[in-house]
């Protein structure tokens, strides 16, 4: 995997076609902090004859851009993230020197969230599936490897799906997409102590490594949003995983529906524990996030642009009262 810094501009361009009264919209912004995998090198918003402010949560490296539009006025907000990009591979043949985290951080991302208990069904279902796994990287890989073997992408989950793990667990159902798939991760592994954090984003680019069903198909990557997520091992640091896209390979890589021990998903098994191809854009690790000035409900999580009127909030996957564009590009600009 190459080890270079790619930089990429995404616009993401929002207009709410359905008016009453004051319209707000609400975009996520590019990653606030800076990662091995990441690097935001601005995030500029436009909108005309409206007001609009990044609001920034250092926690959870969430930036909000949120725009307000009076009454009569189109609502219109653009937003240009450039990001620059690296491939992410940890080594887990032994641990290495990774520079301890804060310890309040840590426990920041053990935390349950609405969504995403830690006790009860999900404790419960954690200590069997790590039952004999003797070190954190053993637990960790057992619960990657139980979601693989146990879950299931459903192509009629709408978006990226919900998250709400305990009634996944509770119901059996273990169907869903990336934001369920990876928050089941996340919520199984906190529920051993191992701190883990969803990471909301969206493809950029296409895939080098040949997986169709992980890339980018175009410029265009208005419904490409994709969550992934990452466990804090002693000794490693943040290490990458993503069981939701073994998932997505056994379902979407032609010609579909493939077994697990076809080569392309055993590949992609092996090194989604431990790797990222950074040919994605993260946004963010937030739950509950509430959106600055709205009369709605806190959204479980933001990957989405978010608008509400007078009426309330709008549904940001109909396309009909909420027309949204995002465009990423690969350009030239320097990584620093």
Same mark, same amino acid.
């Given at each position: 995997?190459?080890?270079?810094?790619?930089?990429?501009?995404?616009?993401?361009?929002?207009?709410?076609?359905?008016?009453?009264?004051?319209?707000?919209?609400?975009?996520?912004?590019?990653?606030?902090?800076?990662?091995?995998?990441?690097?935001?090198?601005?995030?500029?918003?436009?909108?005309?004859?409206?007001?609009?402010?990044?609001?920034?949560?250092?926690?959870?490296?969430?930036?909000?851009?949120?725009?307000?539009?009076?009454?009569?006025?189109?609502?219109?907000?653009?937003?240009?993230?450039?990001?620059?990009?690296?491939?992410?591979?940890?080594?887990?043949?032994?641990?290495?020197?990774?520079?301890?985290?804060?310890?309040?951080?840590?426990?920041?991302?053990?935390?349950?969230?609405?969504?995403?208990?830690?006790?009860?069904?999900?404790?419960?279902?954690?200590?069997?599936?790590?039952?004999?796994?003797?070190?954190?990287?053993?637990?960790?890989?057992?619960?990657?490897?139980?979601?693989?073997?146990?879950?299931?992408?459903?192509?009629?989950?709408?978006?990226?799906?919900?998250?709400?793990?305990?009634?996944?667990?509770?119901?059996?159902?273990?169907?869903?997409?990336?934001?369920?798939?990876?928050?089941?991760?996340?919520?199984?592994?906190?529920?051993?102590?191992?701190?883990?954090?969803?990471?909301?984003?969206?493809?950029?680019?296409?895939?080098?490594?040949?997986?169709?069903? /992980?890339?980018? $198909?175009? #410029?265009?990557?208005?419904? @490409?949003?994709?969550?992934?997520?990452? !466990?804090? *091992?002693? =000794?490693? +640091?943040?290490?990458?995983?993503?069981?939701?896209?073994?998932?997505?390979?056994?379902?979407?890589?032609?010609?579909?529906?493939?077994?697990?021990?076809?080569?392309?998903?055993?590949?992609?098994?092996?090194? /989604?524990?431990? $790797?990222? #191809?950074?040919?994605?854009? @993260?946004?963010?690790?937030?739950?509950? !996030?509430? *959106?600055? =000035?709205? +009369?709605?409900?806190?959204?479980?999580?933001?990957?989405?642009?978010?608008?509400?009127?007078?009426?309330?909030?709008?549904?940001?996957?109909?396309?009909?009262?909420?027309?949204?564009?995002?465009?990423?590009?690969?350009?030239?600009?320097?990584?620093?």
């Amino acid at each position: 995997m190459s080890g270079s810094w790619r930089t990429y501009e995404v616009i993401t361009r929002v207009e709410v076609l359905k008016l009453s009264g004051t319209t707000r919209i609400w975009l996520p912004a590019a990653l606030i902090s800076q990662t091995p995998f990441q690097k935001t090198l601005a995030n500029t918003f436009i909108a005309d004859g409206g007001n609009a402010k990044l609001v920034e949560s250092q926690a959870d490296s969430l930036g909000i851009i949120a725009a307000e539009f009076p009454t009569g006025v189109k609502p219109v907000l653009t937003l240009t993230s450039r990001i620059s990009t690296k491939n992410c591979t940890v080594d887990l043949s032994a641990p290495g020197k990774a520079p301890k985290e804060d310890r309040a951080e840590l426990e920041h991302f053990l935390r349950p969230t609405k969504l995403m208990p830690t006790d009860g069904i999900v404790k419960a279902t954690a200590i069997e599936i790590t039952r004999g796994a003797k070190t954190d990287v053993e637990k960790a890989r057992a619960i990657y490897e139980w979601i693989v073997d146990n879950t299931l992408r459903n192509p009629k989950t709408r978006g990226c799906g919900v998250g709400d793990i305990r009634f996944m667990l509770e119901s059996q159902d273990l169907g869903g997409k990336c934001a369920d798939l990876n928050a089941l991760y996340v919520g199984l592994a906190r529920s051993v102590g191992l701190p883990a954090r969803d990471v909301y984003g969206i493809r950029v680019a296409k895939s080098d490594l040949g997986y169709k069903s /992980l890339g980018a $198909s175009s #410029e265009k990557v208005t419904k @490409a949003q994709h969550c992934r997520a990452e !466990v804090y *091992l002693t =000794g490693y +640091s943040w290490v990458p995983v993503d069981p939701a896209d073994v998932r997505k390979v056994v379902l979407e890589e032609p010609p579909g529906n493939l077994p697990l021990d076809n080569e392309m998903v055993m590949k992609a098994r092996a090194r /989604l524990f431990g $790797s990222w #191809e950074m040919n994605w854009m @993260a946004y963010n690790f937030a739950h509950d !996030v509430a *959106l600055p =000035g709205s +009369s709605g409900a806190p959204v479980g999580f933001l990957m989405y642009p978010q608008a509400e009127t007078a009426d309330g909030r709008l549904d940001c996957l109909d396309p009909d009262g909420f027309k949204y564009e995002i465009i990423s590009k690969e350009t030239a600009f320097p990584a620093s």
